[in-house]
């Protein structure tokens, strides 16, 4: 809410005031519900629906009525409800017994990263394997990270697609990747459990 005063401060009513991001902590934030309000017999403006859209910290408003400008304070965005689950790091192309990592954030509707949450679970799959799970991980400030996912195929190439899925039931499937044979090499260490 933004209050619109005389010099001798008593409230001034019908001063169209809008407000505007000043400092932009998120980054790319962007100020929805902030255009023309009208202030009323008490010279307020109010914003009630008023959002932005990146979460960040040291947010800072103006409101101004095409004369005055005021800046408030600084404040906090936080990421909403979990949402949705995004590859933010998609597996590559390789040859069979080398690896390719993933990392899977748990965002808002949009495009937070949970930072605030360190328990939910997520598991990973690929496509030639039905349900089988490859990896778990337990996400650290929204994020999980799969490092080293190797596979090996006995056909050039092999397309696969990973699927991330999360123990309160959100999902998301990565970009397609390919695995090509690596004929004539001797692999000594662990492959995923399934061998597409």
């Known amino acids: 809410m933004a209050n619109v005063q005389d010099a001798l401060g008593n409230p001034v009513a019908g001063e169209s005031v809008t407000l505007a991001i000043v400092n932009n902590a998120g980054g790319t934030g962007i100020l929805s519900g902030g255009g023309a ?9 109010t914003f009630s629906a008023a959002s932005i859209d990146k979460a960040g910290a040291g947010y800072t408003l103006s409101a101004n009525d095409g004369v005055l400008t005021t800046t408030s304070g600084p404040f906090t965005i936080s990421p909403g409800v979990a949402a949705q689950l995004v590859f933010s790091t998609q597996p590559i ?10 990392v899977v954030d748990i965002e808002d509707s949009f495009g937070n990263v949970e ?8 598991t990973l799959s690929v496509n030639a ?12 400030a929204g994020i999980a990270l799969f490092p080293n996912l190797r596979f090996y195929t006995v056909t050039d190439p092999a397309t696969l697609k990973l699927h991330a899925a999360s123990d309160s039931a959100l999902g998301a499937d990565s970009n397609t990747f390919v695995v090509q ?6 692999f000594w260490d662990g492959f995923e459990a399934c061998v597409p």
């Open 115 to 122: 930072t605030s949450d360190d328990t939910t679970q997520i």
């Open 129 to 140: 394997c039905g349900t089988s799970v490859l990896r778990m991980a337990t996400v650290s």
């Open 181 to 186: 044979a690596n004929p004539g090499k001797l």
């Open 37 to 45: 309000h009208v202030t009323n017999a008490l010279g307020n403006s």
């Open 93 to 102: 192309n390789l040859l069979a017994g080398t690896s390719t990592s993933a």
